[in-house]
Each structure stands twice: as structure tokens, then as C-alpha cells.
């Protein structure tokens, strides 16, 4: 208990930082129309290509006997390059909603 009470005094501000970024977030998303969510997530989910190469690097970096790391590295970039692929999937899907029919 001791630990985990030094963890939180030692990274206070961070923990401020993200409960900050959380209420900005509901707020910001609560304000967006529930037709626009749809296109704005998968805009979201094909940004997330900066989630493959931080996977990249950190598996890059691991040391060859740090199994934890490359596995989680390896999730993620799996996890990552599914998100980015839907992310394009669906925003083609809607695209293809607001072309001309033949």
C-alpha cells in the first residue's frame, strides 16, 4: 500500500493530466452530433497507425529476453494494423454512401 501511495505522489501531475483529458473528452464527444460519430471514429481508427510504429519501436528496443514485451509489441501491432484497416473500411463504406447512383 505504501508503494502504490509514493507511485501516486511521485506522478501527481500526470494523474491530474489524464482525469483532465478524460472530462475533456466526454465533453467534447457529448457535443458532437450522433450522426458525425460514426465517420469521425473511423477517421480516429485509421490515425491509429501511430500505434503500429510505437509497437514497432518498442519491439525493436526490447531486449531479446524481455518475452513480456515483444508479445505485447506484437498484440499491438496486430490490434493496431485491425483498427487501421476498419478505420478505412468503413470511411470507404461511407464515401461510397454520397456517390452518384449509375
Given amino acids: ?7 501516486i505522489s ?16 466526454i465533453e ?6 450522433s450522426v458525425l460519430h460514426t465517420p469521425l471514429m473511423s477517421g480516429a481508427n485509421a ?4 500505434v503500429i510504429i510505437g509497437a514497432i519501436i518498442v519491439m525493436g528496443k526490447a531486449e531479446h529476453d524481455n518475452y513480456m514485451a515483444i508479445v505485447l509489441g506484437f498484440l499491438a501491432v496486430i490490434l493496431g494494423t485491425l483498427n487501421v484497416v476498419g ?16
Avoid at 1 to 7: A, F, S, T
Avoid at 10 to 21: A, D, K, N
Fill in 1 to 7: 500500500m505504501q508503494n502504490v501511495l509514493h507511485w
Fill in 47 to 50: 490515425i491509429h497507425g501511430v
Fill in 28 to 33: 467534447v464527444i457529448g457535443r458532437v452530433p
Fill in 10 to 25: 511521485q506522478h501527481e501531475q500526470y494523474i491530474y493530466i489524464v482525469v483532465l483529458m478524460i472530462f475533456l473528452g
Fill in 87 to 102: 478505420g478505412f473500411v468503413v470511411t470507404d463504406r461511407m464515401l461510397e454512401m454520397f456517390k452518384k447512383k449509375k
